[in-house]
Each structure stands twice: as structure tokens, then as C-alpha cells.
């Protein structure tokens, strides 16, 4: 049974590292522990939380309700018959490049380009976590979930989860409704390497790699973040802030005239992504500095908070870079990041 905690400070809990309280927290590390909380009255009598790593979120005020950190271990592995594909489970509360090298040290290729995402395995098909050219939704083959109201389980297949751009079920109708305990994602053993995106197929060339395997992949995804965005450990940040505006190909085609140099992707249905760090950093922001927040020196689309700085100053900052980047560019940026 979990322990309820009073008057809790979340700092250890959020990457921002943002120093806010709540007034009920409870940590599980089991399915029967979840349950058992489920099953109390406080559940259904306050606001309710579930917490993950904590790193895709900024508080800006103390929580009044009770947040639920999720902390259930465990991964395993099931191979078919072919002893070609893997279907690999982890438990909700795995640190998300734990179970990334994990499939790397036994040769389960898929979840390489995302090295180093923060986080937890829970909240990734919440996200529908990406990077380097790959999106959770390649390699998803299903959760499991509690659903809060009934504390009865639900398995989700790839169609009930309606993924899109950093976006899901679980984003939207579903939102607040259940809670993910476990993950599976189908893998391979022969794989299939994405280099195409980033600055992946120059990293493997500087290091004279002609024949990369999943685990130069994951070395190589893990330098570039490293190079590009801040360790959460020393300076309090969740990573990209801001998703990649995604535009139609006649607005696309009105910046590209006044803007010949910006940076873009192909995206799906015919529109076209763009790179929401360079419209960030072409309006002066990149290593900008407004008290105790700002940008990262080496990436603009990361906002950090350089010791004290309060989650409401983060979103105030926030707010700036939205409304300078519309009035030089037209192109609204969102945001990742939840805001509470």
C-alpha cells in the first residue's frame, strides 16, 4: 500500500527543478499498490496528478490535489517463433534510456534514435516521444492502463491510441483518465537503420563508422543531445519547450519568399514542418538571459531555469518568444510542455 504524503515539495519531482509543493503525494512501485490508492476515498475527492520523470511539465503554483508518482519496475522480452522480432515490456516507471539500452546491449533495434529522451516509460506513448527521425508510434505495440474511475484495467492496441504530432488519446478525450503502468513496443533483431535525420550520417563520418550498428546509433544520437541541450542534473530544463510548427504548403510557400534560408521538413499530408529552434533563434533569443531563466546557449528551443527561477517567470518567458516569433514570421509556435 502506498504511503500518503502532506505538504510535499516537488523539486525532486520536475526537471525544471522548479520548487513548488502539493498538498497529497503518493509514490507506487506496483500494480496492487496503484490499485489499493485507487481504491481509497482521496483519490476520488481531490484533483488528481500522475507523475513520470516529471520532465515534460512546468509548475506554476503549487499543486492543490494529490500527484501519484508512478515507479513501477521491470522490463522483459518475448521473442517469435522467426527469433527475428522482440516484443519488449517495461513497467511505467522506467527511466526511458534504461530500457533504450536495455534493446541496445541485446540487439532489439528500433527505440535507438531515441537515446537520452528523458523521462519515464509511461508517459511515452502520452507524448508520443520522438527524435532523430523516429516517433514511439514506429515501434509501439501496446500499453496497459488503470482507468482511475473504476480502477479497472484496459489494454490499449496502436489504433486505440490515435498518435499524432507529439499527441495522443491520452492527450485528449482520454486526458486524466487512466494511468499507463506498463508498455510494449515491437522491435527486431535485424535492423533497420534511420540516419538520415539530424546530424546523425555527419557524427558517423567524423568517427570513420562506414557500417553503424544500433549501438553507434544510440552513441552517436546520445553526443548530438548531449552537444545540443543541458543535462537537467545541473540546470533545471525539459528539453524542447516548443514543438515544430507544422505549416501548409501555401503559408509555407508566403514565409519561404520572405524568408529563403528557413529551416523545414517534409511532413505528412503534403505539409511542411519547421525547425522551431531557428525561428527561435533568428529573433535574438538563443542564450538569452531575463532573470533567472532563458535559453540554452547551444539550443534555443530549450528554455532553463538557471537557479531560482519560478515556473510562472519560465511561462512569462515563454509567452515572449511566442509573440516576437508570430510578428517576424506569422507561424505560431505551441508548446510542449505542460503547463499547471
Same mark, same amino acid.
Given at each position: 500500500?502506498?504511503?500518503?504524503?502532506?505538504?510535499?515539495?516537488l523539486?525532486?519531482?520536475?526537471?525544471?527543478?522548479?520548487?513548488?509543493?502539493?498538498?497529497?503525494?503518493?509514490?507506487?512501485?506496483?500494480?496492487?499498490a496503484?490499485?489499493?490508492?485507487?481504491?481509497?476515498?482521496?483519490?476520488?475527492?481531490?484533483?488528481?496528478?500522475?507523475?513520470?520523470?516529471?520532465?515534460?511539465?512546468?509548475?506554476?503554483?503549487?499543486?492543490?490535489?494529490?500527484?501519484?508518482?508512478?515507479?513501477?519496475?521491470?522490463?522483459?522480452?518475448?521473442?517469435?517463433?522467426?527469433?527475428?522480432?522482440?516484443?519488449?515490456?517495461?513497467?511505467?516507471?522506467?527511466?526511458?534510456?534504461?530500457?533504450?539500452?536495455y534493446?541496445?546491449?541485446?540487439?532489439?533495434?528500433?527505440?535507438?534514435?531515441?537515446?537520452?529522451?528523458?523521462?519515464?516509460?509511461?508517459?511515452?506513448?502520452?507524448?508520443?516521444?520522438?527524435?532523430?527521425?523516429?516517433?514511439?508510434?514506429?515501434?509501439? #505495440?501496446?500499453?496497459?492502463?488503470?482507468?482511475?474511475?473504476?480502477?479497472?484495467?484496459?489494454?490499449?492496441?496502436?489504433?486505440?491510441?490515435?498518435?499524432?504530432?507529439?499527441?495522443?488519446?491520452?492527450?485528449?478525450?482520454?486526458?486524466?483518465?487512466?494511468?499507463?503502468?506498463?508498455?510494449?513496443?515491437?522491435?527486431?533483431? @535485424?535492423?533497420?537503420?534511420?540516419?538520415?535525420?539530424?546530424?546523425? @550520417?555527419?557524427?558517423?563520418?567524423?568517427? #570513420?563508422?562506414?557500417?553503424?550498428?544500433?549501438?553507434?546509433?544510440?552513441?552517436?544520437?546520445?553526443?548530438?543531445?548531449?552537444?545540443?541541450?543541458?543535462?537537467?542534473?545541473?540546470?533545471?530544463?525539459?528539453?524542447?519547450?516548443?514543438k515544430?510548427p507544422?505549416?501548409? @504548403?501555401? @503559408?509555407?510557400?508566403?514565409?519561404?519568399?520572405?524568408?529563403?534560408?528557413?529551416? #523545414?521538413y517534409?511532413?505528412?499530408?503534403?505539409?511542411?514542418?519547421?525547425?522551431?529552434?531557428?525561428?527561435?533563434?533568428q529573433?535574438?533569443?538563443?542564450?538569452?538571459?531575463?532573470?533567472?531563466t532563458?535559453?540554452?546557449?547551444?539550443?534555443?528551443?530549450?528554455?532553463?531555469? #538557471?537557479?531560482?527561477a519560478?515556473?510562472?517567470?519560465?511561462?512569462?518567458?515563454?509567452?515572449?518568444i511566442?509573440?516576437?516569433?508570430?510578428?517576424?514570421?506569422?507561424?505560431?509556435?505551441?508548446?510542449?510542455?505542460?503547463?499547471?
Amino acid at each position: 500500500m502506498s504511503i500518503l504524503q502532506q505538504n510535499i515539495s516537488l523539486k525532486p519531482y520536475n526537471t525544471f527543478g522548479v520548487d513548488v509543493k502539493s498538498s497529497l503525494f503518493a509514490e507506487v512501485f506496483s500494480i496492487e499498490a496503484l490499485k489499493g490508492l485507487l481504491g481509497m476515498d482521496v483519490v476520488r475527492q481531490n484533483r488528481l496528478l500522475v507523475l513520470g520523470g516529471g520532465s515534460n511539465l512546468l509548475f506554476t503554483k503549487d499543486f492543490d490535489g494529490l500527484v501519484i508518482k508512478i515507479s513501477i519496475p521491470g522490463i522483459s522480452a518475448t521473442t517469435d517463433t522467426d527469433g527475428e522480432r522482440v516484443l519488449v515490456t517495461a513497467g511505467a516507471g522506467v527511466v526511458w534510456n534504461d530500457l533504450v539500452n536495455y534493446c541496445v546491449v541485446n540487439g532489439y533495434a528500433g527505440i535507438e534514435n531515441l537515446s537520452l529522451i528523458p523521462g519515464t516509460v509511461g508517459a511515452s506513448p502520452i507524448q508520443n516521444i520522438g527524435a532523430y527521425g523516429v516517433e514511439l508510434k514506429d515501434v509501439f #505495440h501496446s500499453c496497459t492502463a488503470y482507468e482511475i474511475a473504476t480502477a479497472e484495467e484496459r489494454t490499449f492496441k496502436f489504433e486505440d491510441c490515435k498518435f499524432g504530432y507529439r499527441d495522443s488519446t491520452f492527450k485528449n478525450e482520454l486526458k486524466g483518465r487512466y494511468i499507463i503502468t506498463a508498455v510494449s513496443f515491437k522491435l527486431n533483431r @535485424q535492423a533497420q537503420l534511420n540516419t538520415s535525420y539530424g546530424a546523425i @550520417q555527419a557524427e558517423l563520418q567524423n568517427r #570513420h563508422i562506414l557500417q553503424p550498428t544500433i549501438a553507434d546509433i544510440s552513441k552517436v544520437v546520445a553526443h548530438i543531445r548531449v552537444s545540443k541541450l543541458p543535462d537537467p542534473s545541473t540546470i533545471g530544463n525539459a528539453g524542447s519547450f516548443f514543438k515544430n510548427p507544422v505549416i501548409s @504548403q501555401a @503559408q509555407f510557400k508566403e514565409v519561404l519568399t520572405k524568408f529563403p534560408d528557413i529551416v #523545414h521538413y517534409p511532413a505528412a499530408d503534403q505539409k511542411v514542418k519547421l525547425a522551431a529552434g531557428w525561428l527561435i533563434e533568428q529573433c535574438g533569443f538563443k542564450g538569452k538571459v531575463v532573470g533567472e531563466t532563458g535559453t540554452w546557449k547551444n539550443q534555443a528551443l530549450v528554455l532553463v531555469n #538557471h537557479g531560482a527561477a519560478t515556473g510562472q517567470e519560465v511561462y512569462d518567458f515563454s509567452e515572449e518568444i511566442i509573440r516576437t516569433v508570430y510578428a517576424r514570421f506569422g507561424v505560431e509556435l505551441e508548446r510542449e510542455v505542460n503547463i499547471l
